[in-house]
């Protein structure tokens, strides 16, 4: 069965650099969560969106920003990136009021 | 929002022992999950079970959602079970997951 999709699986960044991370749900799945996990750490919610629209938003940075786009694949933007941003980044995707399944996450490093 | 504690934080185990991992949660949940996180970061969704129990060759899972609590059995455990195991719950529908602490567990031969 087609899983959550996340791309890149590893990105190495300098300070102050922006990054870009991406979500494909599994199809048919019309909710986006993205999560952060910082080092050592239970991952923490960040935003998510339903039907293109942004639904809920935990501790997001003012520096992060995020968007569903119309196939339902989901971006999260990063600017200005502090050395406390290197954490893995988990999307998960549901449909109604399903289960949310996990991406494999994306590793960001920032140097 | 939903209070999600996880016990053991930690755990030491010797290959084949058997050990209960257990999860309380302080509100009513449209469904709870177990993973295993590996050492490269993955979650690995062991069960998806919001009430009763669930069996998975040397894994299982019960779930008493009346009491609000949920525990995950290993038997014989093996040093592959290594690793970091979330308990996290989906209040209701469209809404975030709330993951615990964790249990960090480590099988030595």
């Known amino acids: 069965a087609a899983g959550v999709i996340q791309s890149p699986r590893h990105l190495i960044k300098e300070k102050r650099e922006t990054a870009t991370l991406k979500c494909y749900p599994i199809?048919?799945?019309?909710?986006v969560y993205w999560y952060q996990q910082g080092p050592g750490q239970d991952p923490q919610f960040l935003i998510s969106f339903y039907e293109k629209m942004q639904s809920d938003k935990g501790s997001i940075p003012d520096r992060f920003s995020a968007q569903q786009f119309s196939d339902y694949h989901s971006e999260l933007n990063m600017s200005s990136l502090e050395l406390g941003d290197s954490a893995l980044y988990f999307c998960?995707?549901?449909?109604?009021?399903?289960?949310?399944?996990f991406g494999p996450g994306t590793r960001l490093t920032v140097l | 929002g939903i209070q999600v504690e996880q016990s053991p934080p930690d755990l030491i185990l010797q290959e084949g022992a058997n050990s209960t991992l257990r999860c309380n949660f302080s509100d009513s949940v449209n469904n709870l999950q177990w993973f295993h996180q590996n050492p490269w970061g993955q979650l690995i969704n062991l069960f998806y079970i919001p009430s009763g129990t669930k069996q998975n060759g040397r894994l299982s899972a019960t779930t008493v959602a009346t009491e609000r609590y949920s525990l995950l059995y290993i038997s014989s455990s093996q040093t592959t079970d290594s690793g970091v195991y979330f308990c996290a719950v989906e209040p209701g529908g469209y809404q975030k997951v709330t993951f615990g602490i964790g249990t960090k567990l480590q099988v030595i031969p």
């Open positions: 998960a995707s549901s449909s109604a009021v399903g289960t949310q399944y």
């Open positions: 199809p048919r799945h019309d909710t």
